[in-house]
């Protein structure tokens, strides 16, 4: 086989779709906002974080993480009312980074230590301390307001009594009892995240903490089309890309009076989409099969310049039309 033919191939090859997807979606963004509540008998707390502004420490660049604090005092009957609201803040609590799906959370005393690592998978330990550990548990996605966004289950339990407390991080969003609170719960923790905003916009809520996992569509099997000397891989799946394989049998030598001809390319190829589960593999070959030409798995076949499948020119479209195109890689 005439291995210029093979790069020939390979360097023709059309892909009909490009590559699409979200990707991981950060968590530290300036202007992103969280609304947190606790209360008591007497008195409920809301708390309120703002990301917002730069800063940077020991080398390092970092967001400032502010807070402002809002405790509203009830009356007998546990109803707002009684004395008006006390507001502490707003002030700088931490300073946050992120990279590679882990937030850094470095305090005001100098303490740096990881916040959130949302690329943890089924069985990581994601906290542990001599009272506590924390596992994920699952880790599925979730579609909220038009955004795939991963959420893993995590199941922190107390060592000293076996309780267990189940909780989520979201990426892009924090933990549902609160931005700084991944971990060490507790079994009588109070403090739950109302809602995420991003410029004064809601974009998550404590309701979808615990909406339905998001179903993955497939992707369509792509097609194969052999077109005048070019490969051209086609996936109905808008926004996929095709990835291929081209494989072809080595040449052999031997000793005899014939040999029949074997080789052939096999062409390979899935579409894949982020979000979406990968396609079937779709197989075509083109080449020698026990001495005759063969052609299978294309989706159409052009032979020649013009568009005609009869490269002969006899008039019909059979073997000895793939032959033609066969013989040109040996040469």
């Not at 997807?21 to 509540?37: A, M, N, T």
Request: with cysteine; aromatic share 12%; net charge negative.
């Amino acid at each position: 086989m005439n291995h210029y033919f093979l790069f020939f191939l390979l360097s023709s090859v059309i892909p009909s779709t490009s590559v699409s997807g979200e990707g991981y979606l950060p968590l530290v963004i300036e202007g992103k906002q969280w609304h947190e509540q606790s209360y008591t008998e007497i008195v409920s707390y809301d708390f309120y974080y703002t990301i917002s502004g730069d800063t940077v420490i020991g080398g390092e660049s970092y967001k400032k993480l502010f807070q402002t604090l809002v405790i509203t005092p009830k009356d007998i009957k546990g109803q707002q009312g009684g004395t008006e609201p006390v507001t502490y803040g707003p002030g700088v609590i931490a300073f946050l980074q992120e990279h590679d799906g882990k937030v850094y959370h470095l305090d005001k005393y100098g303490h740096k230590g990881v916040l959130y690592d949302f690329s943890l998978n089924v069985g990581d330990v994601s906290f542990e301390d001599d009272n506590y550990v924390q596992l994920v548990t699952k880790v599925d996605t979730i579609l909220v307001n038009g955004r795939k966004l991963r959420r893993l289950w995590l199941t922190e339990t107390d060592k000293r009594y076996g309780n267990a407390l189940q909780g989520y991080w979201v990426e892009n969003i924090g933990c549902n009892y609160g931005l700084e609170k991944p971990h060490g719960w507790g079994m009588e923790s109070s403090v739950k995240m109302r809602e995420c905003l991003l410029d004064d916009n809601v974009i998550f809520t404590a309701s979808d903490f615990e909406v339905s996992a998001f179903v993955a569509a497939k992707c369509t099997t792509p097609t194969i089309t052999y077109d005048n000397g070019r490969l051209v891989f086609s996936c109905e799946t808008e926004g996929a890309e095709c990835i291929y394989e081209i494989k072809c049998t080595d040449a052999s030598s031997g000793r005899g009076g014939e040999v029949s001809l074997s080789q052939t390319y096999e062409i390979r190829i899935h579409a894949t989409l982020d979000g979406y589960e990968d396609s079937d593999v779709a197989v075509a070959t083109i080449g020698w099969r026990n001495g005759r030409p063969v052609m299978e798995g294309f989706s159409s076949v052009i032979l020649d310049e013009d568009g005609n499948c009869d490269v002969n020119g006899d008039g019909t479209i059979d073997v000895a039309d793939i032959a033609r195109i066969i013989d040109s890689m040996a040469r």
